[in-house]
């Protein structure tokens, strides 16, 4: 397929490489162009306007935030402007729920499809076409976009046909990791406290009854008070609990453990710590434990 | 081995048949006699005293909570006045930490051993020697335990010398059950009000980052809306988070998603569930959302 892709941060960069290992014409376009070209050297073709890469008729976005998508989509020399009618826009970003519903609205004025379809994993995940992927749009969108969306990883949902269900998905799930990392704050900083090996109950636990991922990667961080390493940087986390509390306050769903949760994320800023990784709440319950900062320290 | 059973309930009953088929002697004694009795059918010698229950030297027992035990180990005719001097007393019982370290003391005081070993599990588990046992105490008493710990089931985690610090660790799983409860709750009752299909959301998010058998098994349940068939009462739950609450402000460890879902469970208690189980918590989100009971009521 001819497509174009828009935004060459770390996961960008990751689809990039997995879409042209799969024998796909990329052209891709960022704003700063040295990302781009060295993606030339794998055989993109490096654009140097929107309007380019939005040519072929199929433009992905991987962008950082809602204010990036929203200028990248709307702005002057835009997608919305350089997408030919009939053409469609994937974008993969975690955005708001509102934005997502509003992108649609604005597609379908310019004749155009939108399917969003924001994307578990991280960036080693994106490079290995091994990410998790929820996409909603129209049905005939979305199945012209899923040759391409498989390319993507394993594992493809497919929501509905409002595109913000998508988005719904994308931020219950990073809800659910965030919730993750604080429990098990709370209850590594507890056993600790009480005088227990923290990283024999965190063993105990995984390989039992939270045999999961997420409970293994980010217990280990938090065992070892490691989160200079970010893979996910805490001020992202943070807006993602933003981005769920104002769509579940505008469906008016009260999520308590959403707020506390929020709260933590706004304090590990307070101290700091928005150089870290969103596992630094780790520190902030043993902290607040009135504990040395890492078990090892 | 000659061993003793006190509390019969469904986890203790399913204990006995564990014990008894691996080929020990079994003496049982329950306050109800008729749940004795059944086990004697199947080869356990039905006690009418508690005394009689120690005479073996080795006494589990397995009650409901900290009054049960309490009065069990230190009521008269009790375990302390009825187990000979190095009799081993071994607790299954989810317990405070506090009494966990009483008892510890009042059987030293009395020349005994006491081992805690909490367990995780339901009562099939129970019945089919699958639990997954934390035990903490003096090493020479845990290692004259192992062998029937170990026939419990596959997985021993020996946690310590003080045996409170199993009871941590159980707290600790406990705490971490209940918050995936909550947090579960939150977002499907966000995913459903914003009209996805709930099932198909925790379907993708149980095969991907939350492929552990709590998310599935309590999920399965929230998505149903089936909270009549009690594995776990909500009374308890509540117990087990306000146990965590006490042994960790004895600590001062705060633990705000714990004081959070604790309030969850009084509401849920609020609202007349104290005979469901508790993952009855997702009914308690729906309704805070305005959503009709169950999915598919």
Redesign the interface.
């Known amino acids: 397929m001819d497509i174009g892709l828009i935004g060459l941060g770390r996961m960008g960069a990751g689809i990039a490489k997995t879409l042209l290992r799969n024998g796909n014409r990329l052209t891709v376009y960022n704003r700063t162009r040295s990302r781009a070209e060295s993606l030339g050297k794998e055989g993109a073709k490096v654009a140097s306007s929107v309007v380019e890469a939005c040519e072929g008729g199929v433009v992905l976005t991987m962008l950082a935030d809602d204010a990036a998508l929203e200028s990248m989509v709307l702005g002057e020399s835009g997608i919305l402007r350089s997408l030919r009618r009939g053409g469609v826009h994937i974008s993969l970003s975690t955005i708001s729920?509102a934005l997502s519903d509003r992108l649609a609205v604005e597609h379908a004025a310019a004749g155009q499809e939108f399917v969003s379809a924001p994307v578990?994993g991280r960036p080693e995940a994106a490079e290995n076409g091994k990410l998790?992927v929820?996409a909603a749009g129209a049905k005939s969108a979305v199945e012209a976009c899923r040759p391409i969306l498989e390319v993507l990883g394993p594992?493809l949902?497919v929501?509905?046909e409002?595109p913000?269900?998508a988005n719904?998905?994308k931020l219950?799930?990073n809800?659910?990791?965030a919730?993750v990392l604080?429990?098990?704050s709370?209850?590594l900083?507890?056993?600790r406290?009480?005088?227990?090996?923290a990283a024999?109950?965190l063993d105990?636990?995984t390989?039992?009854?939270?045999?999961?991922?997420?409970?293994k990667t980010y217990g280990a961080l938090i065992v070892e008070g490691k989160h200079d390493q970010v893979g996910f940087a805490l001020p992202l986390g943070l807006k993602d609990v933003r981005l769920?509390l104002q769509?579940?306050e505008a469906?008016?769903?009260?999520?308590?453990?959403?707020s506390?949760?929020r709260?933590?994320f706004v304090t590990a800023m307070a101290r700091g710590n928005a150089d870290k990784d969103w596992s630094v709440l780790g520190r902030i319950a043993a902290e607040?434990?009135?504990l040395a900062r890492a078990h090892h320290a």
Chains 1, 2 share one sequence.
């Open positions: 729920v578990f998790a929820v594992k949902l929501i509905g409002r913000s269900m719904v998905v219950t799930g809800f659910l990791i919730t604080e429990s098990l709370e209850a900083a507890f056993a406290k009480s005088g227990v090996d024999a109950v105990f636990l390989s039992t009854l939270f045999n999961a991922p997420v409970y769920v769509a579940a469906q008016n769903v009260p999520m308590p453990v959403a506390v949760v709260d933590r607040d434990a009135g």
